[in-house]
């Protein structure tokens, strides 16, 4: 059966975590997977349903505002281990579920996409004639996206001294590891 893994972020504590746990009380066990990386170094506040799927010490990356890609990939990294996990979602520290979870559960699995926000345009960093595509960082990957990202290992690295800029890589680096650098179309 196909599962959802929820990929939370969290610094040291979940700020809706009784929310989370009556949605997932609604689920079928099979339907979901839940992995918890936290800040490192951070004295964790969780109940027991999340300080179980916490990620070992050993699992976890540093990572700090504007640069979480490296625990990011240590959720993909984690979850991909479970064949089952089909679709893969990036949940921050204060996300709320607004939809129940069979409603979730049949829109994600009834496609093979991934969900990106795109950002408007006129916020990409272009570098010459290449460009980064911006979106916003609470992704939603198919299982053969995350396979791509994750390449042969550690996961892909948005390449920002190529581009001179100062911003998130967050931002940036699991649609550009989906799609590659585009070259601009449009001057």
Same mark, same amino acid.
């Given at each position: 059966?196909?599962?959802?893994?929820?990929? &939370?972020?969290?610094?040291?504590?979940?700020?809706?975590?009784?929310?989370?746990?009556?949605?997932?009380?609604? *689920?079928?066990?099979?339907?979901f997977s839940v992995y918890v990386h936290q800040g490192l170094?951070?004295?964790?506040?969780?109940? +027991? &349903?999340?300080?179980?799927?916490?990620? %070992?010490?050993?699992?976890? *990356? %540093? +990572? !700090?505002?504007?640069?979480?890609?490296?625990?990011?990939? =240590?959720?993909l990294r984690a979850a991909l281990v479970d064949v089952h996990?089909?679709?893969?979602?990036?949940?921050? =520290?204060?996300?709320?579920p607004v939809k129940p979870f069979s409603h979730v559960y049949?829109?994600?699995?009834?496609?093979? !996409?991934?969900?990106?926000?795109?950002?408007?345009?006129?916020?990409?960093?272009?570098?010459? !004639?290449?460009?980064?595509?911006?979106?916003?960082?609470?992704?939603?990957? +198919?299982? %053969?996206?995350?396979?791509?990202?994750?390449? !042969?290992?550690?996961?892909?690295?948005? %390449?920002? +001294? *190529?581009?001179?800029?100062?911003?998130?890589?967050?931002?940036?680096?699991?649609?550009? *590891?989906?799609?590659?650098?585009?070259?601009?179309?449009?001057?």
């Amino acid at each position: 059966k196909r599962k959802i893994a929820f990929l &939370f972020l969290v610094d040291d504590h979940i700020t809706h975590e009784v929310v989370w746990e009556c949605f997932f009380t609604n *689920a079928q066990p099979d339907e979901f997977s839940v992995y918890v990386h936290q800040g490192l170094g951070k004295q964790i506040r969780l109940g +027991s &349903f999340f300080k179980a799927r916490l990620l %070992p010490p050993h699992e976890t *990356a %540093p +990572s !700090s505002w504007g640069w979480l890609v490296p625990g990011m990939n =240590a959720l993909l990294r984690a979850a991909l281990v479970d064949v089952h996990n089909t679709k893969f979602i990036f949940v921050s =520290a204060s996300t709320l579920p607004v939809k129940p979870f069979s409603h979730v559960y049949n829109v994600l699995t009834a496609t093979e !996409s991934s969900h990106f926000c795109i950002t408007p345009s006129n916020q990409w960093p272009r570098q010459g !004639s290449r460009l980064a595509i911006k979106h916003h960082q609470w992704v939603i990957l +198919s299982r %053969p996206h995350v396979v791509q990202v994750m390449g !042969s290992g550690d996961g892909y690295r948005f %390449p920002m +001294s *190529a581009f001179g800029i100062n911003c998130c890589e967050d931002e940036l680096a699991h649609l550009a *590891a989906v799609l590659g650098i585009p070259n601009q179309t449009n001057p």
